[in-house]
């Protein structure tokens, strides 16, 4: 498929000034290597990919793309025009083409399809050849607020309930590092009343993310043996309604922290990873905890997010479920008419005419275009509570969850994929990864 059929990809070169710019763009027009690094660029675009590599080998250049956090091999590509293609891509990131052992970086910018972007290219020797990285960056819709994320609209005021507390209690938010984990958190805050209380964020200075707006950010340095406790004297003198702590390294810093939120009355919200809420529920037992009953008497709930793809719109399948699968999603039967799968692109498809068939012009034959999350929400309940402290293994509290009407991430899915966002394959690899 050729993406630059539809529009040119317009580039601006890396430069202090725009003659400078101009001139870095005049100088590989006319090389062998610009339509490869246009189409290879046009591709990046098209995909949503994050992250393109390339890697050059002897032979030839291996291409990966990176969508929607999965791994798409591309095309591969002839050494000899792997290297036009790469010294173009360098020239108008400012960087040395002829270098192909250092660690270089460098910028360029685009205009493709009516929109702008950036790439940053960072290139470094290996022994068999040389990987580069080509990073896409340009601007999405924003993302703040849980239901921008994909919250259903009835879990958000029982999120908001649990996380509003007034005097010593604690919330925990999850997801899976590298898959919304920065999102969930932020989502999360957004939800808390920041006009009319005083929220502070307490985190390693080597690890600020993203403000959230209302909410002050206070960092420590562990280089220089620093923890979270360490800003806590000053900072209770300012009398803070809520305290967040996005990590936890170990069990007797958080035992810490509750002792701190229970002598003054304040309430935190933690973050840590898991892969549903009651494994992130786990996990906060296993930091090792002095006394888990304490932790577990002040906790209201634990919220997980997790992403998904989002079905092709364009090119999805529709089909009839058995009801033996309706069953398993815990749908019912009469009122679910239809699924839908993907429709995945391969080279060499015929249709029933014998047409070779395109790929989506919209998911470029992946399937899928974009992600959503999908939340569990838990609230902590005294049965709960005296089995995680009894029998903490995710077996058992699983059943008693289940036992006590709570809507597990499963079910929380199956919603999704009755609504023909998603896929039954997605849920089965969101559960196996």
């Not at 969508?67 to 036009?84: A, E, I, K, N, S």
């Not at 290219?121 to 960056?137: A, F, K, N």
């Not at 900072?235 to 701190?260: N, Q, T």
């Not at 296993?286 to 006394?291: E, R, S, Y």
């Amino acid at each position: 498929m050729d993406y630059t059929k539809a529009e040119p990809v317009i580039f601006t070169a890396a430069g202090e000034t725009d003659q400078e710019r101009e001139e870095n763009v005049e100088m590989v027009s006319g090389s062998p290597g610009f339509a490869p690094a246009t189409v290879i660029v046009a591709e990046a675009i098209h995909k949503d990919a994050d992250l393109t590599v390339l890697d050059f080998t002897p032979q030839q250049v291996n291409i990966r793309f990176r969508v929607d956090g999965l791994w798409h091999p591309g095309v591969p590509m002839d050494r000899q025009t792997g290297d036009y293609m790469l010294a173009v891509l360098k020239q108008l990131a400012g960087t040395d083409y002829r270098d192909r052992r250092s660690k270089q970086k460098g910028k360029f910018e685009t205009e493709y399809v009516r929109q702008k972007q950036k790439f940053k290219i960072v290139s470094q020797g290996i022994p068999t050849g040389e990987r580069v990285g080509l990073y896409l960056d340009y601007k999405r819709p924003p993302l703040e607020t849980v239901e921008d994320l994909g919250m259903r609209k009835s879990m958000v005021p029982q999120l908001v309930d649990l996380m509003k507390m007034d005097s010593s209690g604690w919330f925990l938010v999850s997801a899976v590092p590298g898959e919304g984990y920065t999102s969930a958190w932020r989502g999360a805050l957004d939800s808390c009343d920041r006009l009319v209380k005083d929220f502070f964020v307490i985190e390693e200075v080597k690890k600020v993310e993203p403000e959230v707006i209302n909410i002050g950010s206070i960092t420590f340095d562990s280089s220089k043996q620093e923890t979270a406790l360490t800003p806590l004297p000053q900072l209770i003198l300012r009398e803070p309604d809520v305290l967040a702590f996005p990590d936890l390294p170990d069990g007797k810093l958080l035992e810490s922290l509750c002792d701190v939120s229970i002598k003054h009355d304040i309430p935190m919200y933690f973050r840590n990873p898991g892969k549903n809420a009651i494994d992130a529920l786990l996990r906060m037992i296993a930091l090792g905890l002095p006394q888990p009953k304490k932790f577990l008497d002040q906790l209201s709930g634990v919220l997980c997010m997790r992403l998904v793809r989002k079905l092709c719109t364009k090119c999805r399948i529709e089909y009839v479920p058995h009801p033996q699968l309706l069953q398993k999603l815990g749908l019912p039967q009469g009122r679910i008419e239809r699924l839908y799968r993907p429709f995945i692109f391969k080279p060499g498809m015929l249709d029933e005419n014998q047409n070779e068939i395109e790929p989506c012009s919209n998911c470029s034959g992946i399937g899928y275009k974009g992600r959503t999350g999908i939340f569990e929400l838990l609230k902590m309940t005294e049965p709960l509570r005296a089995a995680a402290i009894k029998s903490p293994n995710l077996a058992a509290l699983t059943a008693l969850a289940k036992k006590n009407q709570h809507i597990s991430l499963t079910q929380e899915a199956s919603v999704v994929i009755a609504q023909g966002v998603t896929s039954v394959e997605e849920l089965q690899r969101m559960l196996q990864s």
